[in-house]
């Protein structure tokens, strides 16, 4: 993309700075939002796609619920959280586009490694991979956006961004499950993987580095600061932390039961890989980005101009959303699963948008990829190492003669439902300090050192 050289303007120069700036076009805003959302598409099609062949592998492989959770989530949680701090830690400091676009590729290239595996121990160290390479993707895309959409829009921009998560999950659900159905689960993913390098190639190609802090008032050539430093200031912030309690939990609840409802609805309704995959793809598609596409009307509206009105809307949501899952997972009717299906999967994506838009405005500009790295951290640590993990236990430890069956497993993901309302909660705790919160971030920015004393 060709950059518009435009002179130094007072309202998006950083201080200090004296050289000529960057501008970017509308045009240019728009192709890298679409671009990090097919950043964030491929994300979540390569993670989510082996939870709609979570039962052939098992199957194939001999495995117990609690052993192809470890080897499917917690395997690829467990270094995507390690590695999430030091690359968010380089994403502050470094080329952003230079980092996802080589890790898209890495991601994109186990993912087929994972169709090329031939044992337990080789589909582990695939999905570790995959892990590693994943852990570089979001925080930069959010910390790039921000860059290239000033504060006011950035909610927006980011919802655009995560309309990626019900793309991914279509293409990961139907389409995975289909190619998976006639030519097998290993197929599947290479069938996934190969668009991901093509695609990382074009995001080191034709996406330019924006100046960090462009649209902030910010001192662009300060010193990035340190996790110490950031984790201090993000603790100062009440309404951060709930934020980031809250979008945790629930990608714990509602991420979580939707990593073992393919193999729910596979064991309860005798249904195919293919037929498990056609309920749910077109769901996340059409519900999923219908819900994206209202909460982001919804921010534009005079009504909700005030975020604190938003943090309680999205924690009426996931409340109500959790009555709805208590109902899905202990019902035996496949038609009223498939029904309530409808009102559940889009809650799960209404938060995403909003919630990675508003933590970022409570952040300083040199801080927003840590953060991201911190509510990632925390928000895969319990839909991919808790959630998992804790459902196959306990679905295995309820199966008679500890061999798990459909019955095992309602009853334990019927366990992780409440934690819905745990979720809930915490988004109204955000809400009573936010707009404080944001202030403090926007008088640290404006003051220079991060350990600037708040007003």
């Known amino acids: 993309m060709s950059d518009v050289q435009a002179g130094t303007d007072p309202a998006v120069a950083p201080r200090d700075y004296t050289g000529p700036i960057q501008t970017a076009s509308l045009a240019e805003r728009w192709y890298v939002a679409v671009m990090m959302c097919l950043v964030y598409t491929l994300s979540i099609c390569d993670r989510y796609s082996i939870s709609t062949v979570l039962e052939p592998i098992r199957r194939e492989l001999h495995l117990s619920d609690a052993n192809i959770a470890f080897l499917t989530g917690v395997s690829l949680a467990i270094f995507y959280v390690i590695f999430g701090f030091p690359l968010s830690w380089l994403i502050d400091r470094r080329s952003r586009r230079n980092i996802i676009g080589i890790c898209l590729i890495a991601w994109s290239l186990l993912t087929v490694a994972t169709g090329l595996a031939r044992s337990y121990w080789q589909l582990l160290w695939a999905r570790i991979g995959v892990g590693v390479g994943e852990a570089g993707g979001t925080p930069g895309a959010n910390s790039m956006l921000s860059d290239f959409f000033p504060a006011a829009r950035r909610p927006m921009a980011l919802s655009v961004f995560a309309l990626g998560a019900p793309i991914g999950a279509w293409l990961g659900s139907q389409v995975a499950g289909a190619i998976a159905y006639r030519l097998g689960w290993r197929t599947m993913f290479l069938a996934l993987g190969i668009p991901g390098v093509l695609a990382g190639l074009l995001v080191l190609f034709s996406i330019r580095e924006p100046r960090r802090g462009c649209l902030d008032d910010c001192d662009a050539r300060a010193a990035a600061p340190s996790f110490l430093e950031t984790m201090r200031f993000l603790l100062r912030q009440r ?128 801080m927003r990829a840590m953060y991201c790295a911190v509510l990632l951290f925390l928000a895969n640590i319990c839909n991919l190492v808790v959630a998992p993990q804790m459902v196959g236990i306990l679905s295995d430890w309820f199966a008679p003669h500890h061999v798990a069956d459909a019955e095992s497993l309602r009853l334990a993901m019927l366990c992780l439902v409440p934690t819905g309302f745990w979720a809930a909660w915490h988004y109204w705790l955000s809400a009573r300090d936010l707009l404080e919160d944001e202030q403090l971030a926007i008088r640290a920015a404006a003051e220079g050192p991060v350990g600037a004393p708040s007003a």
């Open 239 to 366: 309404s951060a932390v709930h934020s980031i309690l809250a979008q945790s939990l629930t990608a714990l609840w509602g991420w979580g039961l939707m990593w073992w409802t393919p193999a729910f609805l596979m064991r309860s309704y005798s249904l195919n890989v293919a037929q498990a995959g056609g309920i749910l793809g077109p769901i996340h598609l059409i519900g999923g980005s219908a819900a994206m596409v209202g909460s982001t009307w919804l921010l534009s509206r005079r009504s909700l101009a005030d975020e604190r009105r938003v943090m309680r809307l999205l924690g009426l949501n996931i409340a109500l959303a959790t009555v709805v899952t208590a109902v899905i997972y202990s019902s035996h009717s496949l038609v009223l699963t498939k029904a309530l299906f409808w009102l559940y999967i889009p809650s799960i994506y209404v938060y995403l948008g909003p919630g990675f838009g508003i933590l970022n405005n409570l952040a300083q500009p040199k």
